[in-house]
């Protein structure tokens, strides 16, 4: 056996070795893409759930101010403190906000 049929394996197996790589690299990228899928998907059912309760939050507040008749404080710019109210102003029953003169306004 000489040199050139000893190449000549070397050459036949570091193509094998090198196929062999490149195959499970393949692998390992599919499992790898099928992860950040399955990621994905479990990040836009929690986004759609999400979506669902903040739906259900915005009748309600809709709801509650048809019978009452104020914006919820979320929907005031979120604030609520003491001054919050008719002296700061408040939401007529067509969503304008009404901010009375030095005046007419009162203490809380």
Same mark, same amino acid.
Not at 11 to 28: L, N
Not at 41 to 54: G, H
Not at 56 to 63: I, P, T
């Given at each position: 056996?000489?040199?050139?049929?000893?190449?000549?394996?070397?050459?036949?197996?570091?193509?094998?070795?090198?196929?062999?790589?490149?195959?499970?690299?393949?692998?390992?990228?599919?499992?790898? !893409?099928? %992860? /950040?899928? &399955?990621?994905?998907?479990?990040? +836009?059912?929690?986004? @759609? *759930? #999400? !979506?669902? %309760? /903040?739906? &259900?939050?915005?009748?309600?507040? +809709?709801?509650?101010? @048809? *019978? #009452?008749?104020? %914006?919820?404080? &979320?929907?005031?710019?979120?604030?609520?403190?003491?001054?919050?109210?008719?002296?700061?102003?408040?939401?007529?029953?067509?969503?304008?906000?009404?901010?009375?003169?030095?005046?007419?306004?009162?203490?809380?």
């Amino acid at each position: 056996m000489g040199l050139e049929t000893i190449a000549l394996y070397a050459i036949i197996a570091g193509a094998g070795v090198t196929a062999y790589g490149q195959i499970q690299q393949g692998k390992a990228a599919e499992a790898q !893409a099928k %992860a /950040e899928q &399955e990621i994905l998907n479990q990040n +836009a059912v929690l986004k @759609e *759930r #999400e !979506a669902a %309760a /903040e739906l &259900e939050r915005s009748r309600a507040a +809709a709801e509650r101010f @048809e *019978r #009452e008749g104020e %914006a919820p404080v &979320e929907q005031r710019g979120g604030r609520s403190h003491p001054l919050d109210g008719p002296a700061c102003g408040h939401f007529t029953s067509r969503g304008e906000v009404h901010f009375p003169q030095p005046e007419t306004a009162r203490d809380p």
